[in-house]
């Protein structure tokens, strides 16, 4: 795997770039001391991962991630030392394209340094899995035949790569009276995921909080998993946390985490058992590989109103993409067009 360094301190970029030779396979395709220089090179030699700084002279990590997946894009994980105290950053840079993000990797060789160079290497894993996954062909067999049902109490959404921005986009129409609840599945490190529901809390009139263990969905509410296990909806419609996949297997076999695919299965499986067994509405949108697709799928079988953003206002064209190709949407909308869409669904004028 090529990886790119982006990062104004001279000791940061010789940090990371021992951090990433210490793999067998990995390469240093080249390095940068700001934004703009990334993007140049970036432009020239497109590596297969770049290493992002968030807060850098001359152009910003945002800045240059807008620029980069604009112009030559490519995977891009934000490595900074400022990701607690520049969340909104993290999550605009993340709207662009960012898959995901986490602190520069301490020196030493004590506890806390390990496990920060484990967790840099854990997650360059799992973008190349990410990006051999993309090349695979989708597994399940397509749907033939569209399901109506009645209108939904539960909404729920299934993003990757450019998803926070997307997710912003979905919920800032909906009204404060909204009578359903939202539950977002974002591949997001976990130490990101408070900052990312009180970020989107700024973006809704709706109230923004992390899915609770034991918790039940509540109307007008977002949920958004917090935490790198997989979120579930339980028989008694209660969230949890579980380590292993829906088929009792360990999570190491499924790359996202939190998974779209292990919720919307779970949801699919007892959320229509409720007394007025009413469906809902789940939406996939923008995102790197095919999460969500598989359980999108198992949703409309079941009634589940479905909706899959489209190519042209896809940061990455991965999720959604994978959907179709399952015929797991019943729509496939611009990003702009899938709020209102849900509105009409409910019987909401916007």
């Known amino acids: 795997m090529r990886i790119a360094i982006v990062n104004d301190l001279a000791m940061a970029r010789e940090t990371l770039r021992r951090i990433v030779l210490s793999v067998s396979g ?29 807060i850098m002279p001359v152009m910003d990590g945002v800045e240059a991630t807008r620029r980069i997946m604009n112009v030559s894009p490519c995977p ?51 973008i190349w899995k990410l990006r051999r996954s993309a090349a695979e062909p989708a597994s399940s067999s397509p749907i033939r035949q569209p399901v109506t049902e009645p209108l939904p109490s539960l909404i729920v959404i299934g993003a990757s790569t450019g998803g926070p921005k997307a997710v912003a986009d979905v919920i800032s129409v909906m009204p404060a009276t909204l009578n359903a609840a939202i539950v977002v599945i974002q591949h997001v490190d976990e130490k990101f995921s408070a900052g990312l529901a009180n970020w989107l809390d700024g973006q809704t009139p709706l109230r923004v909080q992390l899915a609770a263990e034991g918790g039940q969905p509540k109307i007008a509410t977002v949920y958004v998993a917090g935490t790198d296990d997989h979120l579930v909806m339980t028989p008694r419609l209660t969230f949890s946390y579980t380590s292993e996949t829906e088929d009792g297997l360990k999570s190491s076999r499924t790359p996202f985490r939190p998974s779209a695919d292990v919720f919307f299965k779970s949801v699919s499986r007892h959320w229509q058992i409720q007394r007025m067994r009413k469906k809902g509405i789940a939406v996939l949108l923008t995102g790197m590989g095919r999460d969500g697709a598989e359980g999108l799928a198992d949703l409309r079988r079941n009634g589940w109103h479905t909706i899959a953003q489209d190519e042209a206002s ?37």
């Open 26 to 54: 990995h390469e240093i395709a080249w390095l940068a001391g700001d934004g703009e220089e990334a993007v140049r090179k970036s432009a020239d030699d497109t590596p297969d991962l770049i290493l992002m700084d968030l």
């Open 76 to 126: 891009i994980l934000v490595v900074t030392a400022t990701v607690d105290h520049n969340a909104a950053k993290v999550f605009e840079a993340m709207g662009y394209g960012a898959l995901d993000a986490v602190n520069v990797p301490m020196m030493g060789d004590g506890a806390d340094a390990r496990r920060s160079r484990y967790s840099l290497l854990r997650k360059i894993h799992i």
């Open 314 to 350: 896809s940061v990455v064209y991965g999720m959604p993409k994978a959907a179709k190709e399952l015929g797991a949407a019943s729509e496939i909308l611009p990003i702009k067009a899938i709020g209102p869409a849900i509105l009409r669904r409910l019987g909401i004028e916007n």
